[in-house]
């Protein structure tokens, strides 16, 4: 019987032609995952919008405008990446930041592979800073916004591999309809001048 290729190099190792199989076929398997998989991109964010959906009430006692920031995250990758949490800050009008420290209470929001999701990052506005945003928006009808900030992410479900830090810088606008919608439930009589 001939000796099958490398096997001379399998003997002076210490390998028999089983584990010398084995050996391949493992790194085959590992390449062939290499190329399969692909090198992990980054997903992208962009601002989608901004929501405002109520008020919210705080210990001590705090009254705020709860806000959504939409988020649309294009996840390039041929596997699902969750979204665990996202710190930062939002400033409007150019002149008053707000802290971001958003935390998914479960494994995070999945965004399936080589697809766009909309995700929402709730933010709680001080009223104070509602209605001063809403006085100063008095002859201009949008209130401008900045959100920067990090995200941590998840990269597959089975493997779960963290990576974290990835840079959101996103601008849009908030009307001041929407902030007048919102403050009209804190002030049903009307909207201090």
Known sequence: MEPVAGEHVARE???????????????????????????????????????????????????????????????????DVAVRAMRGQVIFADKYPLAIDFRDPGEGIWLAADRTTTIRVPVSVPVQLALQLFREAQFNPNIPFKVSGKADVTATRTFKIEKDDYEVDESGTLTRDQMAAALASVFPLGIPR
């Open 13 to 79: 190792i210490g390998l028999n032609r089983g584990k010398l199989s084995a050996v391949i076929r493992r790194l085959v398997f590992i390449l062939s995952l290499l190329l399969l998989c692909g090198c992990p991109s980054k997903p992208t964010m962009k601002l989608n919008h901004a929501e405002v959906q109520g008020v919210t009430l705080g210990f001590p006692p705090q009254l705020g405008v709860l806000m959504n920031v939409v988020l649309d995250v294009n996840n390039p990758n041929s596997y």
